[in-house]
């Protein structure tokens, strides 16, 4: 969705929280006063009633996490502003701490897109999980494991030995997957990278697939093997999954699918991601 002829004027700021995110808290604050001098309506996400705000547009300021965790929570777009120099330099801010009042008056004048970006959902014992951003992986800290992969319900690897796998969007491609040698994927693409991490054993895979865009599910089952009382964690977006307090045993499976929704998120297009790009050096 590109360009925005919309006016909005109802903005909701939230921002990373706890004692080590001054910087950012701080920052809101700025992003505050300076939405209400553009005669704006501008409430923190910490405010009493702000459900019933009903904003045109979130703003929230801080690294990745915190944008990921808005997006995940709010309908309307998300415009990120990173806070400070110690905050992720990822791909999902649209402003800094150095620029971000020339970024907003872009946003104010309707010179942003609107990116609908791909999520996950797992479900594991009957129970559902989403959605998720980056990847949803599956591992265990230590040692290399047996595990079975199905795509759509055909199995597509009967037996990989490896310390985790790891699902990736493409707006996750660029993080851990990328690290663990996974396959990088356009910005907005609907396929997801299917990744090794620390495989024993040549295999063909990191793999992008489009049959989760379109419908259709990976299953990864844990196989029983000799290494009794083992389980194996199931990461998303930096969390850790458990189910009253217990992670993945021998002969469980999670499977993974498209969430129903896309969120939503507020850039500057291909030459904010290829900026992005640039400053985690990657050559080109």
């Given at each position: 969705?590109?360009?925005?002829?919309?006016?909005?004027?109802?903005f909701?700021?939230t921002s990373?929280e706890?004692?080590?995110?001054?910087a950012?808290?701080?920052l809101?604050?700025?992003?505050?006063?300076?939405?209400?001098?553009?005669n704006?309506?501008?409430?923190?996400?910490?405010?009493?009633?702000?459900?019933?705000?009903?904003?045109d547009?979130?703003?929230?300021?801080?690294?990745?996490?915190?944008?990921?965790?808005?997006?995940k929570?709010?309908?309307a777009?998300?415009f990120?502003i990173?806070?400070?120099?110690?905050?992720?330099?990822?791909f999902?801010?649209?402003?800094?701490?150095?620029?971000w009042?020339?970024s907003l008056?872009?946003?104010?004048?309707?010179?942003?897109?609107?990116e609908?970006?791909?999520a996950?959902?797992?479900?594991?014992?009957?129970k559902?999980f989403g959605?998720?951003?980056?990847?949803?992986?599956v591992?265990h800290e230590?040692y290399?494991?047996?595990?079975?992969?199905?795509?759509?319900?055909?199995?597509?690897?009967p037996?990989l030995w490896t310390?985790?796998l790891?699902v990736?969007?493409?707006?996750?491609?660029?993080?851990?997957?990328?690290?663990?040698?996974?396959h990088?994927?356009?910005?907005?693409?609907?396929?997801?990278a299917?990744?090794?991490i620390n495989?024993?054993r040549p295999v063909?895979?990191p793999?992008?697939?489009?049959?989760?865009?379109?419908?259709?599910?990976i299953?990864?089952?844990?196989?029983?093997?000799?290494?009794?009382?083992?389980?194996?964690?199931?990461?998303?977006?930096g969390?850790?999954?458990?189910?009253?307090?217990d992670?993945?045993?021998?002969g469980?499976s999670?499977?993974?699918?498209?969430h129903p929704?896309?969120?939503?998120l507020?850039?500057?297009?291909l030459?904010?991601?290829?900026?992005?790009m640039?400053?985690?050096?990657?050559?080109?």
């Amino acid at each position: 969705m590109e360009g925005n002829d919309e006016m909005m004027d109802k903005f909701l700021i939230t921002s990373a929280e706890g004692d080590r995110y001054h910087a950012a808290q701080a920052l809101a604050q700025e992003v505050r006063a300076f939405l209400l001098e553009q005669n704006k309506i501008a409430h923190f996400s910490t405010d009493l009633g702000t459900y019933a705000a009903n904003p045109d547009f979130i703003i929230a300021v801080g690294g990745d996490g915190t944008i990921m965790r808005a997006m995940k929570k709010y309908e309307a777009p998300v415009f990120g502003i990173r806070a400070d120099v110690e905050d992720s330099l990822g791909f999902l801010a649209a402003a800094d701490y150095t620029n971000w009042q020339n970024s907003l008056n872009k946003a104010l004048s309707g010179e942003y897109d609107v990116e609908g970006r791909m999520a996950l959902d797992f479900t594991w014992r009957g129970k559902t999980f989403g959605p998720i951003i980056n990847e949803v992986s599956v591992r265990h800290e230590e040692y290399p494991v047996y595990f079975k992969v199905k795509i759509n319900h055909e199995v597509w690897s009967p037996k990989l030995w490896t310390r985790g796998l790891l699902v990736a969007t493409s707006t996750g491609a660029f993080a851990e997957n990328f690290s663990s040698g996974g396959h990088p994927l356009a910005r907005l693409s609907e396929d997801v990278a299917l990744t090794t991490i620390n495989p024993q054993r040549p295999v063909m895979i990191p793999y992008p697939f489009p049959e989760i865009g379109l419908g259709g599910s990976i299953e990864i089952e844990f196989l029983p093997g000799k290494y009794d009382g083992m389980v194996v964690d199931v990461k998303c977006d930096g969390r850790k999954y458990t189910i009253d307090g217990d992670s993945v045993h021998p002969g469980e499976s999670i499977v993974i699918r498209k969430h129903p929704k896309r969120l939503l998120l507020a850039t500057f297009g291909l030459k904010q991601h290829m900026d992005a790009m640039r400053r985690k050096g990657f050559p080109i």
